[in-house]
């Protein structure tokens, strides 16, 4: 049988499994791999009988992918099997249980894992899943709490609340701790392109996520008593906590605890955008990269150290060579380097592949380099096979694989790489020869992967290939060195810090380029492939006139632009952004935001998280963002967009003294405005000109959009409630009838009243609510005057992103259904 093929056909059944919409029941998957296995060896004790070598092959290759289908089938329903109970999801269970890694603090509290040891619910134990994820928030909780009458006309409520909640204390690694929390199913946003949040949970073994209920009226959170169960932990912790002590300047800080224990939320969010946009992200946490310089550094001291030990005991050098021993050290003391830098899976999949390579040539083995790869590939896999979903994992193993296939270093037959002194550069001093192969290897990476980013991120920094020449040395080889060294002698970290302020000054200097870096619409798989296919074409060896052809294989990536709706037709694209309203109005040309989502903290808010990205993966050039009123739910990722789309007018009812009137000046909305696009017409029917003299709440003053193009109308309206839709209903109610209605006020019950919903008459109604929202919207009473009414009510918490066009009005497209995978979480309401 052929290693490579059946190695191929593994991670195929892998891929294909990761496909499926639903997970069989268990039996299914065990019968599958069981009967792989047993096929796999009865060839393997016949693959010297009669039949063509290609038919074997084939064998091969179909068994391996039954296989990989089968194993990682059962370990997905084995895993889901403790899944939470939707039953127990919102209710107040008492929890015991230990903190096995350094929580993650924040402006808004804290966060952290917590392995179940036992569970009550109302005296009675429960079973919930073995390890969740919880925040102890400043003031969370406290928001449900009621406080007393008469201190609501002395303060703002959400004030008196917040006062009546108990702040997080101090938590530690190792501890044991009793406390009532409440819990819900992983359920993240679910956007065309977004990131895939109960992925990553899953892949984290996070089964249920929630907050601690530490309100005045909630038992209060019980330390039972520390622990050295977790003892790297706690070390890690305590570095952390070092690093902010020492180091004055928070941002320097950060950095530098994110390359020594790979805490990489210490790092600001401005940081992280310049790190993108300069292509340099990769080298800001504990990578690959920094994990295969560690290993190679670690390998060339212990392969010394065992060269001297020969003249004291001899048969030690007999016994193992140099090199193996320098190879195995260095992998031992780089497995060492990872868990204190918190294991995370990045620096995981590098050590396999490094453990996969290297024992494999202790083991006598010579393999072509293409089968090596594949190896390794299939062991991560195996371990993971989650990873095949990751952007890092394609990126690690298309670079590695490029290099391999286009180093002249390397032999056919072998895998094995010459010195850097032979070669084309065998004349040249060892150490330029040194530096011209690594800026090779640098441009082969960066022209292979650029149209692979492309796909996957949607952006590619075009100062990415200067960046990282000074960047990889100055964090491999100066500044992480003495950032660990800070370790053993904490005063190193002040001339770590000052390094990383170079560097910083540097990469802000680079970023501050125009066209700095590039943004392209979302293209096919199609398009990735061949756009790696051109760039690794161009990176080869071959005669100029053959690696030129590579050029119009980079196009379609770099080119592509998604359909656009025909002319006189127009599409709405409600965001999944949580609590809060963001909807995308496209036309042939032109395109409007209405609402740009909440904001969850002073790092995050809906415009970085969804919106910025979604929008770069759509092509869009936005042409105005209504942001319908104040509310943080609906302005809080306003600055975020603005930020990516300098061409848009921003059109809102905020005052003139709101800080976003500092970044863009705001045009009022005012009744009676009207423009058209592409054959279709935008009105403003809300509020009116006088509204703006006298005071109001921010909901009385969301700007109502009607969107029509005589045929379909859809009608966006905000946060108003009932006055405001008896006032529109009692103006011209023929104007509002409309297929599609932004439900009012995400559901609440101050809105969607009878006269408005029959003045309306809408075939869909979309409310952008967050799963298991605070406020439980949509309200009950509003869902049943909906469904009164035959009215289809969406709720993005079920639906996902939902899309609905004027073309095809009997028809609504939602996230969760078109891209379903059986880590996602089907919620019950």
Known sequence: MSPGLALAGFIAGVALQLQQPALWPWQGYALCALLALLALFAGRLARHGPGPSWGKALLAFGLATLLGFGSTGWRASVFQSSALESALEGRDIEVTGSVPAM??????????????????????????????????????????????????????????????????????????????????????????????????????????????????????????????????????????????????????????????????????????????????????????LHITMFAWAASLLVGGLWRRSAFLTPRLCLALPAAGAGALGGLLLATLYALFAGWGVPAQRTLLMLATVILLRQGGR????????????????????????????????????????????????????????????????????????????????????????????????????????????????????????????????????????LLALFLQWLASWPLASIS????????????????????????????????????????????????????????DIGQGNAVLVRTAGHSLLYDAGPRFSRESDAGHRVLVPLLRALGERLDVLMVSHRDIDHIGGAAAVLAMQ????????????????????????TAGQHWEWDGVQFELLHPPAAAYGTPAKPNAMSCVLRISNGSRTALLVGDIEAPQEAALAAGDPARLKADFLLVPHHGSKTSSSAVFLDAVQPQWAMAQAGYRNRFGHPAEPVVARYEARGISLVKSATCGAATWDSQHGDALRCQREEGKRYWHHVPGR
């Open 103 to 288: 929580p993650q603090p924040g402006e808004d509290g804290l966060r952290f894992r917590l392995d179940v040891e036992s569970a009550r619910l109302d005296g009675r134990k429960v079973a919930l899943p073995p390890r969740i994820l919880l925040g102890w928030y400043s003031g969370f909780a406290g928001r449900e709490a009621r406080a007393p009458a008469q201190n609501l006309q002395e303060a703002d409520p959400f004030e008196a609340a917040l006062a009546l909640q108990r702040q997080p204390q101090p938590l530690r690694a190792g501890e044991r701790w009793r406390m009532t929390v409440r819990l819900k199913a992983p359920h993240g946003n679910s956007n065309p392109h977004g990131f895939d949040y109960e992925l990553w949970l899953w892949e984290q073994g996070l089964q249920a996520t929630g907050y601690v209920r530490a309100g005045a009226h909630d038992a209060p959170p019980e330390k039972l008593s520390g622990s050295w169960q977790y003892p790297v932990e706690q070390a890690r912790q305590a570095v952390r906590e070092k690093i902010f002590e020492r180091v004055e300047n928070r941002q320097w800080a950060g950095i530098i605890a994110a390359l020594v224990v790979g805490d990489q939320n210490a790092i600001e969010r401005a940081d992280w955008d310049v790190f993108r946009a300069t292509g340099v992200a990769h080298l800001m946490s504990i990578s690959g």
């Open 366 to 501: 010579q393999w072509p380099w293409a089968q090596t790869w594949l190896l390794a590939m299939a062991v991560v896999v195996a371990v993971d096979p989650w990873a095949l979903m990751q952007a890092g994992f394609w990126l690690s193993f298309v670079a590695v694989g490029v290099l391999f296939a286009t180093d002249s270093g390397v032999r056919p037959g072998h895998g094995v790489q010459e010195p850097a002194s032979q070669g084309e550069w065998r004349h040249w001093p060892r150490w330029l020869a040194g530096l011209a192969r690594a800026a090779r290897e640098q441009w082969v990476v960066t022209l292979a992967l650029t149209p692979l980013s492309l796909l996957l991120f949607n952006q590619v920094s075009l100062v990415g290939l200067l960046a990282n020449a000074v960047a990889i040395p100055a964090v491999t080889l100066l500044i992480t060195p003495l950032a660990l060294l800070g370790v053993l002698w904490a005063p190193v970290w002040a001339a770590t810090a000052a390094c990383v302020s």
């Open 520 to 575: 392209v619409a979302a293209a096919p798989l199609w398009c990735a492939v061949a756009g790696v296919t051109g760039g690794s074409l161009l990176a080869t060896r071959l005669p100029w006139h053959w690696r030129l052809l590579g050029i119009p294989l980079l196009l379609p990536v770099l080119l592509w632009q998604p359909l656009r709706v025909a002319p006189g037709q127009f599409e709405l694209l409600a965001a």
């Open 646 to 669: 300098p061409g848009a007018r921003l059109l809102s009812s905020i005052e003139d003294t709101h800080p976003l009137q500092a970044l863009r000046k705001a045009e009022r909305c």
